[in-house]
């Protein structure tokens, strides 16, 4: 048996050590789950959002956005100073705003109207943006349409925006850029 002079633990030592290595492997284990979620939330953000950090510099240059694992360009913008997700749509004729965050905006209606999208026909407003800004690239007075029924947060980036600017589409990215003097 084991006496107290002995040199070997006592049974409410060993104990002691067990509760403590067990303590330090949970833990292991739980921040090794931690950060692997957090790794994994940032790589499915960067899948659906790549152009989530665009700088926003303020001499109008060159944009050039990636496709997101969808096929879509998606981006970060501001709409009235505010930061929203951007899907580019050309084939909208306006901005389309999720009813939820215009009210948020405090964006007013200038009238209803009827929208024809890929999912049929919706009742809308028409509205007037102060300012829609994507990078450095940036626009006043732009034409939208406050729509229920889309993804809230998601604002549908449409021609009255990007139709101000240049569009070029090579492979996997969208370049927008000022449009130049002369050039046809």
Do not use: C, Y
């Not at 829609?132 to 925006?161: K, Q």
């Amino acid at each position: 048996m084991a006496g107290k002079n002995d040199g070997r633990p006592g049974i409410h030592e060993r104990g002691g050590t067990r509760r403590t290595g067990l303590g330090m492997m949970l833990l292991f284990w739980a921040l090794l789950i931690g950060l692997g979620s957090w790794w994994f939330q940032g790589f499915l953000e960067e899948r659906a959002n790549p152009n989530a950090d665009l700088a926003e510099s303020l001499d109008g240059g060159p944009l050039t956005l990636a496709r997101n694992a969808n096929g879509h360009f998606v981006a970060t913008g501001r709409l009235n100073g505010e930061p929203v997700t951007m899907l580019l749509d050309t084939g909208a004729t306006q901005v389309a705003v999720p009813a939820a965050l215009a009210e948020r905006l405090g964006l007013s209606s200038h009238g209803e109207a009827s929208f024809s999208t890929a999912n049929g026909r919706v009742l809308g407003h028409l509205t007037t943006l102060d300012e829609v800004r994507l990078g450095g690239l940036v626009a006043r007075d732009v034409r939208g349409a406050i729509v229920s029924g889309l993804e809230d947060g998601v604002v549908l980036l449409g021609m009255s925006f990007l139709g101000r600017f240049e569009l070029q589409m090579r492979g996997d990215t969208l370049t927008l850029r000022l449009p130049q003097e002369g050039r046809e």
